[in-house]
């Protein structure tokens, strides 16, 4: 009796993939969780700050549910380093559209351990090792 072998199938591949990488998000959520107010007031100071000097595109904090990608570049250029989490809640949009506007538009932005950059070659940010230490705090 001949064995089957079982034919590859690269979309079984890529959802075991994304899988994994889901769960691994969620354990990072879980471990965050507690940091969710402090992160909460951080923005809502960060926000005010942004109103009171008149700077960014949305400088009233903004109630819309829409989000682009020109956002979340400017977003970033004013808070590098930020995890998609901090970006969602930012523009009050779910986790999976920013982090899908990321994905899309991968060539604009430097992911380094999770955390995003605007990429701006003109600056000399164009790679993850242009990333200083400063700008990762």
Same mark, same amino acid.
């Given at each position: 009796?001949?064995?089957?072998?079982?034919?590859?199938?690269?979309?079984?591949?890529?959802?075991?993939?994304? !899988?994994? #990488?889901? $769960?691994?998000?969620?354990?990072?959520?879980?471990?965050?969780?507690?940091?969710?107010?402090? @992160?909460? /007031?951080?923005?809502?100071?960060?926000?005010?700050?942004?109103?009171?000097?008149?700077?960014?595109?949305?400088?009233?904090?903004?109630?819309?549910?829409?989000?682009?990608?020109?956002?979340?570049?400017?977003?970033?250029?004013?808070?590098?380093?930020?995890?998609? !989490?901090? #970006?969602? $809640?930012?523009?009050?949009?779910?986790?999976?559209?920013?982090?899908?506007?990321?994905?899309? @538009?991968? /060539?604009?932005?430097?992911?380094?351990?999770?955390?995003?950059?605007?990429?701006?070659?003109?600056?000399?940010?164009?790679?993850?090792?242009?990333?200083?230490?400063?700008?990762?705090?």
């Amino acid at each position: 009796m001949a064995t089957t072998k079982k034919k590859f199938d690269p979309q079984e591949l890529l959802d075991e993939q994304v !899988a994994n #990488i889901d $769960e691994s998000l969620e354990e990072i959520e879980r471990r965050m969780k507690p940091y969710a107010k402090l @992160n909460e /007031t951080k923005q809502q100071l960060l926000s005010s700050r942004r109103a009171l000097l008149g700077h960014g595109s949305r400088t009233t904090g903004g109630n819309s549910t829409r989000v682009g990608v020109d956002d979340i570049v400017g977003f970033l250029t004013e808070h590098p380093g930020s995890a998609p !989490a901090q #970006i969602a $809640e930012r523009f009050g949009v779910t986790q999976p559209t920013i982090s899908s506007h990321l994905y899309r @538009n991968k /060539t604009r932005f430097i992911n380094k351990d999770g955390m995003y950059y605007a990429r701006d070659p003109k600056s000399g940010m164009d790679t993850a090792a242009d990333i200083n230490e400063e700008d990762e705090d």
